[in-house]
Every structure is written in C-alpha cells, then in structure tokens.
C-alpha cells in the first residue's frame, strides 16, 4: 500500500499567507515562504500554492512568490490560481511548481486540461475542484455541485460527472475541495471524498474541514482519500505536521516518517 500524504495548502492573497473560512472572511495570517520552509523542516510531503483572486481578478499568477518558495522547499510543490492557458503552466513549472492546478479556466474550457497534461505531463496536471453540497436532482445526481472563481460563481455542472471528465481529459490528480466544510476545522466531507475515490482511478487529495487528527485518519480510511490537504490546524500553531504523522503512524495508518 502507498503512503498517505499530508498536504499543506498556502492560500496566497497578494503576496501573504490567508485563511478563509467558507472561501468568504479571509484574513492575511502571515508569510508565506516561511511558513513553507518551516513544513518543509518538520517533514511535510507535498506542498500546495494557491493565489486565491488571480481568477477571480483575471490576472496571472504571482511568479515572484512560487519562486521564493521553491527556493525553500525540497518537497514537491504545486501551484494553482490563474493558470489559462499551456504557457501559463510553463511558466509555473520554470519558475519551480513541479505541478500545477488547473480550476476555473479548465471549468470555462476542458480542453485545457488535455493541453496541459500534453505538454508537461498526466502526473504534473492537477484539477482542482471546489464543490458546493446541493439538492440531489436531474441536473446534480451527486447532490454535489461545481463553482468556480474562489466559490463565487456556480456553473450548473455536476461534481462526479467533472471528476470522471478530468480524469478522462487527462488530469492526474484530483483535489476535492467541499466549500462547505472549508476552514470550518469541523471534518473533511467524508461522502464526497469517497464518493469521487471510488469513481476515480487517479489519486484524490482530500481538502475543506480538517480540525485535529482523527478528521485526517477518517478521511484517509474511511474517505478513500490519498492525500489529505491542511491549512488551519497548523498555520495557527495548534498541530505540527510531524506530530499529525506520527499520531496517524501510531494508528496504524502508513505515511512517511522522517527521522
């Protein structure tokens, strides 16, 4: 069996480190790029950037910022916000993403994402997802909705049936984000998690609601997720990612340790 990953999500609004909580609130919480190397020292496996208005504000990414961190970090490290268009990600992946996260541009054009992973490879395309819970009907058979620009806008698109056209357009990875548990510290959305798991044959980064160690052990057994993405619990000092490891070890589950 692969080992678990734990994520960390760096949410970046012009150029600081921001939390939100429902993707509304945000509120700058600090630097980046420290922020980064500090996970990076306690054994993190993966980091995630995202620039949070560059979609929204329609304007390219901060290449300045990714760079900063990726001088830090020896770890992989996946970038997403305002990516449009093949070029974009190139400059992404130069300036020293190893991956990249497409979102609202692929939602608007799913070709994108064929582009993408064309150019610079399956396993260096992400899509992201940010999925709004709905009223199951013919129009959302999953109860679970797609929006895009930072969970603003709702564009009518059922979240399994974008799972299943992300993966056959070529992502090769998925990131389920639940706005409606997203900064609550309240649990990961476990039935949609899974939901999109066990639909999916590529990796399922689980994202939105992580509070204390049992949300992760949940969303990584129960849940059927690979990865499980974090923000709150440790930007504000309560957790370390060596001792979210450690006690998901102690639980039987297998993650890298670093010692």
Known sequence: ???????????????????SVRFVDTK??????????????????????????????????????????????????????????????????WAGAEKINVNSAAVKRPELIAECAHSIGTQNTVLSMDILKVEMSPEFPSGYEIVINGGRTPMGIDALEWALKGEDLGAGELVVNSIDADGTREGYEIKLTRMIAEAVSIPVIASGGAGKPEHLYEVLTEGKADAALIASMVHFGEYTVSGLKKWLHDKGLKVRLRY
């Open 1 to 19: 069996m692969l080992s678990k990953r734990i994520i960390a999500c760096l949410d970046v609004r012009d150029g600081k480190l921001a939390k």
């Open 28 to 93: 700058d919480i600090g630097d980046p790029v420290s922020k980064a190397k500090e996970y990076y020292d306690d054994g993190l496996d993966e980091l995630v950037f995202y620039d949070i208005t560059a979609s929204s504000e329609e304007r390219n990414i901060m290449l300045d910022v990714v760079s900063r961190v990726a001088e830090k970090v020896f770890i992989p490290l996946s970038v997403g916000g305002g990516i449009r268009t093949v070029d974009d990600a190139n400059r992404l992946l």
